[in-house]
């Protein structure tokens, strides 16, 4: 769970549609939604000197994309209404045409993925980081609370507020310094809480996009040459995704 504290975000979701996403390597569902803030983009080019922009979110991986709403022919107003199948006619009934030579392939990975030439098989590893670098852009860019931190603050604030006075009852000494006391534990829930804060991006990471990329490269059973080399990519192009994954650590999820 990641609760988001910020300002209200200049969005407006426009509908579902179908289109292709590269982590759950199909024809999903999107949600799309229009972006009056080039800011809120996270690197996803926008048109030149356009302020204002279209991104689609998968619905099944929760990864977020340019979008082109000229493609679509219509939008769904509730999620899950329809087969993929059925839901692609009515939004974007050049789907499976227009991409037509994708499919073919992920039908080829999923047949035999190790006899894909190996300079496609390195696009493709560096693609889904890629794909992931703009969800990972604006978790950092916002401030988020998750599960672990919010414990954390319950547990803080009870230790500062209750176990003074508890403690009060157990030994007279303690009773006359309570302010003391309650000063000391409060040092340490902030000491606590700050390395819960320095450590949340990491956990992020871990919980949240390695499950992602695990689902993405699966099919391909990356080496770790490869695995380097699009993490390497992502490294020079400044994204946060590369400074946080680890390749010891993917290439334990893949073995
Ligand atoms: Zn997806």
Redesign the pocket.
């Given at each position: 769970m990641l609760i988001y504290i910020g300002k209200k975000r200049q969005e407006k979701a426009m509908g579902y549609v179908v289109d292709f996403?590269?982590?759950?390597r199909?024809l999903?569902e999107?949600k799309l939604t229009k972006i009056n803030d080039p800011a809120l983009s996270y690197g996803i080019p926008l048109a030149t000197g356009a302020s204002v922009g279209y991104l689609r979110e998968?619905?099944?991986?929760?990864?977020f994309m340019h979008a082109d709403p000229i493609r679509y022919a219509a939008f769904a107003h509730r999620s899950g209404t329809a087969a993929i199948k059925t839901l692609a006619e009515a939004t974007f009934p050049r789907a499976y045409k227009y991409h037509g030579k994708r499919l073919q392939l992920e039908k080829l990975i999923r047949q035999s993925p190790h006899t894909i030439e190996e300079k496609l098989r390195v696009e493709l590893v560096a693609e889904s980081f890629e794909a992931l670098a703009p969800t990972v852009e604006r978790r950092m860019a916002n401030i988020y609370l998750d599960t672990q931190m919010l414990i954390v603050a319950v547990l803080g604030l009870l230790s500062v507020f209750v176990l003074p006075s508890y403690l009060g009852l157990l030994s007279s000494s303690l009773a006359e310094n309570q302010s003391t006391v309650a000063l000391v534990l409060a040092l340490i829930f902030c000491v606590i809480l700050g390395w819960q804060w320095k450590t949340a991006p990491r956990r992020y990471i871990r919980d949240t996009i390695y499950p992602?990329i695990v689902?993405a490269l699966r099919i391909l059973e990356p080496s770790e040459d490869e695995m380097s080399f699009a993490l390497g990519i992502a490294k020079r192009d400044g994204k946060h995704i590369a400074k946080l994954a680890r390749t010891e650590e993917l290439m334990r999820l893949f073995h």
């Amino acid at each position: 769970m990641l609760i988001y504290i910020g300002k209200k975000r200049q969005e407006k979701a426009m509908g579902y549609v179908v289109d292709f996403c590269p982590i759950c390597r199909e024809l999903t569902e999107f949600k799309l939604t229009k972006i009056n803030d080039p800011a809120l983009s996270y690197g996803i080019p926008l048109a030149t000197g356009a302020s204002v922009g279209y991104l689609r979110e998968c619905v099944d991986c929760q990864t977020f994309m340019h979008a082109d709403p000229i493609r679509y022919a219509a939008f769904a107003h509730r999620s899950g209404t329809a087969a993929i199948k059925t839901l692609a006619e009515a939004t974007f009934p050049r789907a499976y045409k227009y991409h037509g030579k994708r499919l073919q392939l992920e039908k080829l990975i999923r047949q035999s993925p190790h006899t894909i030439e190996e300079k496609l098989r390195v696009e493709l590893v560096a693609e889904s980081f890629e794909a992931l670098a703009p969800t990972v852009e604006r978790r950092m860019a916002n401030i988020y609370l998750d599960t672990q931190m919010l414990i954390v603050a319950v547990l803080g604030l009870l230790s500062v507020f209750v176990l003074p006075s508890y403690l009060g009852l157990l030994s007279s000494s303690l009773a006359e310094n309570q302010s003391t006391v309650a000063l000391v534990l409060a040092l340490i829930f902030c000491v606590i809480l700050g390395w819960q804060w320095k450590t949340a991006p990491r956990r992020y990471i871990r919980d949240t996009i390695y499950p992602r990329i695990v689902k993405a490269l699966r099919i391909l059973e990356p080496s770790e040459d490869e695995m380097s080399f699009a993490l390497g990519i992502a490294k020079r192009d400044g994204k946060h995704i590369a400074k946080l994954a680890r390749t010891e650590e993917l290439m334990r999820l893949f073995h």
